[in-house]
T-cell receptor, first 113, second 119 residues
Framework: GDSVTQMEGPVTLSEEAFLTINCTYTATGYPSLFWYVQYPGEGLQLLLKATKADDKGSNKGFEATYRKETTSFHLEKGSVQVSDSAVYFCALSRYSSASKIIFGSGTRLSIRP | DAGVIQSPRHEVTEMGQEVTLRCKPISGHDYLFWYRQTMMRGLELLIYFNNNVPIDDSGMPEDRFSAKMPNASFSTLKIQPSEPRDSAVYFC?????????????????FGAGSRLTVL
């Protein structure tokens, strides 16, 4: 069945460092891929998405590219800020089915000033 | 739209008591999901509805848990009787199906969550 695997946390970086959070998926066909972010005390919110191979999703300086050949959707940011401290979830779903949304286990990111 | 509204934000109760969590989804969304989040088990899907009808409740832990959606703008998750191991943050989320448009389809909008503590 479909699944999402993301790197274990916690990840701790200094401000302005480069960030990569790895995410790989297992699915047949062409699912849509998402990154959600959860700030302390809040629900998850969509950060970015990509719906087909080679698409690049971007938002708030974060980027992720849908790589069909490596079944990956790694999250990157060139210069992180303290305000980026949160838990990040990779997820996939099938366009034809709004119900089948598979989340990864989440990666906690902490940024030191 | 005010987003997905959940209440209460915090609930502290004693073991054996009934707990009712409430959710108002975004108007026009036809899917509603209940999730539970704990440190040990992460984010778990409990149940979801489509057009107010429960479609998959296989994630509901046991018969003590029940969920209803009497209309398109309201859903409840009830635990009776509650136990300490039910302590968690419960999230409601809604979305609309691909048939209603492609750009936002399959994107979940989450509420702020209800933090439940059972003593």
């Amino acid at each position: 069945g479909d699944s999402v695997t993301q790197m274990e946390g916690p990840v701790t970086l200094s401000e302005e460092a480069f960030l990569t959070i790895n995410c790989t998926y297992t699915a047949t066909g062409y699912p849509s891929l998402f990154w959600y972010v959860q700030y302390p005390g809040e629900g998850l919110q969509l950060l970015l998405k990509a719906t087909k191979a080679d698409d690049k999703g971007s938002n708030k300086g974060f980027e992720a590219t849908y790589r069909k050949e490596t079944t990956s959707f790694h999250l990157e940011k060139g210069s992180v800020q303290v305000s980026d401290s949160a838990v990040y979830f990779c997820a996939l779903s099938r366009y034809s089915s709004a119900s089948k949304i598979i989340f990864g286990s989440g990666t906690r990111l902490s940024i030191r000033p | 739209d005010a987003g997905v509204i959940q209440s209460p934000r915090h609930e502290v109760t004693e073991m054996g008591q009934e707990v009712t969590l409430r959710c108002k989804p975004i108007s026009g969304h036809d899917y509603l999901f209940w999730y539970r989040q704990t440190m040990m088990r992460g984010l778990e899907l409990l149940i979801y509805f489509n057009n107010n009808v429960p479609i998959d409740d296989s994630g509901m832990p046991e018969d003590r848990f029940s969920a209803k959606m009497p209309n398109a703008s309201f859903s409840t998750l009830k635990i009776q009787p509650s136990e300490p191991r039910d302590s968690a943050v419960y999230f409601c989320a809604s979305s609309f199906s691909p048939g209603q448009g492609s750009s936002g389809a399959n994107v979940l909008t989450f509420g702020a969550g209800s933090r439940l503590t059972v003593l």
